[in-house]
């Protein structure tokens, strides 16, 4: 089991900057890749930064140049800043972790998702 909480986030004004946390905890050996999600209202989830296990991350068209996700290895944690945030940027964010399980012969990969943290932009 990998439990993933999230903190940070909240409401600024465009232009303005948020930092948001995910925290992992329990099997984290395990977790192979963490992503960043967000959703927001009348709108499918967007995927907008992967962290790949060579440490580099990949970002979004939408998020480029303004986003920057960075990872704690000792304390299992991952963080996004959010520089320049537009109102088109608000939504619920969620981080993911990818866990890898062996069942029955076979990989399995597990996802598990943070709660979500609101951010909201407006002028």
């Known amino acids: 089991q990998v439990h993933l909480v999230e903190s940070g986030g909240g409401y600024v004004q465009p232009g303005g900057s948020l930092r948001l946390s995910c925290a992992a905890s329990g099997n984290i050996f395990r977790l192979r890749t963490m992503s960043w999600y967000r959703q927001a209202p009348e709108k499918e989830r967007e995927l907008f930064a992967t962290?790949?296990?060579?440490?580099?991350?990949n970002y979004a068209d939408s998020v480029k140049g303004r986003f920057t996700s960075s990872k704690d290895n000792d304390k299992y944690q991952v963080y996004h800043q959010m520089n320049s945030l537009k109102p088109d940027d608000t939504a619920v964010y969620y981080c993911?972790?990818?866990?890898?399980?062996?069942?029955?012969?076979?990989?399995?990969?597990?996802?598990?998702w943070g709660q979500g943290r609101q951010v909201s932009d407006s002028s």
């Open positions: 962290w790949s296990s060579s440490g580099t991350t």
């Open positions: 993911k972790g990818v866990e890898e399980r062996m069942l029955q012969g076979k990989g399995v990969m597990k996802a598990y």
